[in-house]
């Protein structure tokens, strides 16, 4: 079975500044991806990054980054230079690669809030 | 086109009627998924279409009854709902076991 927590249910960031969202993960598929996604109040899932479990190079997507750390079970979302419009709700996933499997296991989530 | 797209956007309906949510996307992706969201909590899997057939059903009641009428498209026909039905009902698609794209939802109140 796959387990993703994160820890910090609500998060504040300054804007301008960078803010990492902690994610870890419990799997014992040797193959998997990791998502990350944003969730505004409007409700939108919106997918900002994605990182395979075989990617030797963390992934990044303009001022987002995932901070990914395989032996640690961990994949920390790093968002740089925080703008108001970042405030939301921010979802970990995780899903087996390969097969037919087409199921992600989310976390709970972090809502963060950008202030000015 | 690079967006799913959902109808409607709102829904209030009675314990007694019947009505259909939309989903639409034209990316070409061969799998498409039914979630339910309650407010401040992830997403719950309903319903996995691959290649227009139902893949996975995760035990939910019969009052759901989803339907791909092609690759582009999928219905969730709602009947005889109940007040705790009510939530924010997201359509998603993916090109195979890949990222997912989320349509905005339909938030579906049941009176």
């Known amino acids: 079975a796959q387990k993703i927590t994160q820890t910090q249910p609500g998060m504040f960031v300054q804007e301008k500044e960078a803010v990492t969202l902690d994610c870890t993960y419990d799997t014992s598929d040797q193959s998997y991806g990791l998502f990350w996604y944003k969730q505004p109040s409007s409700g939108e899932m919106i997918f900002l990054i994605y990182?395979?479990?075989?990617?030797?190079q963390n992934a990044t997507e303009g001022r987002y980054s995932l901070n990914f750390q395989k032996a640690r079970k961990s994949a920390n979302l790093v968002i740089s230079a925080s703008q108001l419009g970042d405030s939301a709700m921010y979802f970990c996933?995780?899903?087996?690669?390969?097969?037919?499997?087409?199921?992600?296991?989310f976390g709970k989530g972090t809502l963060l809030t950008v202030n000015p | 086109d690079t967006e799913v797209t959902q109808t409607p956007k709102h829904l209030v309906m009675g314990m007694t009627n019947k009505k259909s949510l939309k989903c639409e996307q034209h990316m070409g992706h061969r799998a498409m998924y039914w979630y339910k969201q309650k407010a401040k909590k992830p997403p719950e899997l309903m319903f996995v279409?691959?290649?227009?057939?139902?893949?996975i059903n995760e035990s939910v009641p019969s009052r759901f009854s989803p339907e791909c009428p092609n690759s582009s498209l999928l219905n969730l026909h709602l009947h005889a709902l109940q007040p705790e039905d009510s939530a924010l009902y997201l359509c998603?698609?993916?090109?195979?076991?890949?990222?997912?794209?989320f349509g905005p939802g339909t938030r579906l109140t049941v009176l």
């Open positions: 996933a995780m899903r087996a690669r390969g097969g037919s499997n087409y199921k992600l296991t």
């Open positions: 998603a698609s993916s090109y195979d076991t890949t990222e997912q794209f």
């Open positions: 990182q395979g479990s075989y990617d030797e």
């Open positions: 279409y691959s290649y227009e057939k139902l893949s």
